[in-house]
Nanobody, 129 residues
């Protein structure tokens, strides 16, 4: 089973940027589609972005135009570049993975990650006003 480890969280002022990383243990990471989620206290877990194994991406309206999901060339690391951060972006951020043979595109992955995905332990982001 694939293992995921997030890093890159921290504290930043509103308007600033952070880049989250997610290290993928799987030898052949191309077997998976990936996504990023966040949890904010007293709110439902929110799906932020996903990337399909064929390169398609999809974003939640709340982060579209500010966040970018990507993978390195070897596909062993997933990234979430977060720009123009707002205090309401504060929370714990998680990466997740699902088998690409079943969920190949970003749209398919986003719908499956919450129910069937493997998850990392999360990294905390705090945005101050």
């Amino acid at each position: 089973r694939v293992r995921l480890v997030e890093s890159g969280g921290g504290s930043v002022q509103a308007g600033g940027s952070l880049r989250l990383s997610c290290a993928v243990s799987e030898d052949d990471a191309s077997n998976y589609s990936f996504g990023w989620f966040r949890e904010i206290p007293r709110r439902q877990r929110e799906a932020l972005a996903a990337i399909g194994t064929e390169g398609s991406t999809i974003y939640a309206d709340s982060v579209k135009g500010r966040f970018t999901i990507s993978q390195d060339d070897g596909e062993k690391t997933l990234y979430l570049q977060m720009n123009s951060l707002k205090p309401e972006d504060s929370g714990v951020y998680y990466c997740a993975a699902v088998q690409a043979r079943t969920w190949k595109t970003a749209v398919q992955a986003l719908g499956a990650l919450g129910r069937f995905g493997a998850w990392g332990g999360g990294t905390r982001v705090t945005v101050s006003s």
